[in-house]
DNA sequence: GATAGGATGCTCT
DNA sequence: GAGCATCCTATCC
C-alpha cells in the first residue's frame, strides 16, 4: 500500500502549477497542497491536513499578524519556501509560504501518510504503534521528516535544498475536502481555515482550545 | 475513546 | 515574564 514508485518524475507542468498555486491566495494554496507530497530526509508524506494563516493585520492568529520580527521574516519573502518555527520548548513545525512577496501568509502542515521512507519514519517515532500516527500532527510531521530551524527559509519547488515539494500523484476530489476552525490558536477561532481530507485516518484529533479566564485585574 | 495535566525553552512585549 | 499554530502519559470510562 503505497504511491507507484517510478513514476513520473517532477514534470514541468506539474511544478510550474504548484509554482502559480502557492503564488495565489493563501485559502486557495491550502486548499492545493492537499494530497501533495512531502520529502526529505529520505522520508515522504502525503499531506492530508493543512491550514491557512493570513498576513499582517487580517489574522490575529498568524505569527505575521503584529509584523516582521526576526522570527517571521521567511514569511514576507517569496512564495514556495519553508518558514520553519519552534514552539512549546520542544517542538517545530513546517509551513510553506504563499503569495506575492511582503504578503506573509503562510500554510501550516498539520499532519500526512508516510508514503515512502518508512522503516526510517518509525525509527524516528521510537514507542508509535500505528502508521497513521507518525505524522499524525505538525510537530510529528517534522520529526518524521527530521526537520529543524537549519532547513528555515529553504526553498520547496526547485530541487536545491533539503525539503521537496511534490504534485499530488492522484487529483484530490474537490467533494473530499473539509474544512474547520484552525486548532490551538487563540485569536480567529472562528475562521474556517482548516482543510482536511475527509474520513482520513491520519487526521489529527481536533480540540478546541480551552477558554481564557475572565480578562486582567484592573 | 475521551480528557487532564506536565514537560520545556524560544520569542516578543 | 507571559504566552505559546504541541505531544505524551495516566486515568477514566
Redesign the pocket.
Known amino acids: 500500500v503505497g504511491v507507484r514508485a517510478g513514476g513520473s518524475p517532477l514534470s514541468r507542468a506539474g511544478r510550474s502549477t504548484l509554482d502559480a498555486l502557492l503564488a495565489g491566495p493563501v485559502v486557495d494554496a491550502a486548499r492545493g497542497l492537499l494530497g501533495c507530497v512531502v520529502t526529505a530526509n529520505e522520508v515522504s508524506v502525503r499531506l492530508t491536513e493543512v491550514?491557512a494563516?493570513a498576513g499582517v493585520g487580517a489574522d490575529p492568529?498568524?505569527?505575521?499578524h503584529?509584523?516582521?520580527?526576526?522570527?517571521?521574516?521567511v514569511?514576507f519573502g517569496p512564495p514556495g519556501h519553508a518558514?520553519i518555527?519552534?514552539?512549546?520548548?520542544?517542538?517545530w513545525?513546517l509551513?510553506v509560504v504563499t503569495g506575492p512577496v511582503g504578503e506573509a501568509s503562510?500554510?501550516?502542515l498539520?499532519?500526512g501518510e508516510v508514503v515512502a521512507g518508512l522503516d526510517l519514519a518509525r525509527v524516528r517515532?521510537p514507542?508509535?504503534r500505528l502508521d497513521r500516527?507518525l505524522a499524525?500532527?505538525?510537530?510529528?510531521?517534522?520529526?518524521v521528516l527530521d526537520l529543524d530551524?537549519s532547513a528555515n527559509g529553504t526553498a520547496l519547488l526547485h530541487g536545491t535544498g533539503p525539503i521537496s515539494l511534490q504534485p499530488a500523484v492522484q487529483r484530490v476530489p474537490a467533494p473530499s475536502i473539509r474544512t474547520g476552525p484552525?486548532?490551538?490558536?487563540?485569536?480567529g477561532a472562528e475562521t474556517p481555515w482548516r482543510f482536511w481530507l475527509d474520513g482520513d485516518p491520519t487526521v489529527?484529533?481536533y480540540?478546541p482550545?480551552?477558554v481564557?479566564p475572565p480578562g486582567?485585574p484592573v
Open positions: 491550514e494563516y492568529a498568524s505569527h505575521a503584529r509584523g516582521r520580527t526576526p522570527r517571521n521574516a514569511m518558514y518555527y519552534f514552539t512549546y520548548g520542544m517542538h513545525c509551513n503562510a500554510v501550516l498539520r499532519a517515532r514507542g508509535v500516527d499524525r500532527g505538525p510537530a510529528r510531521l517534522t520529526m530551524r484552525r486548532v490551538g490558536v487563540a485569536g489529527s484529533a480540540r482550545r480551552p481564557r486582567p
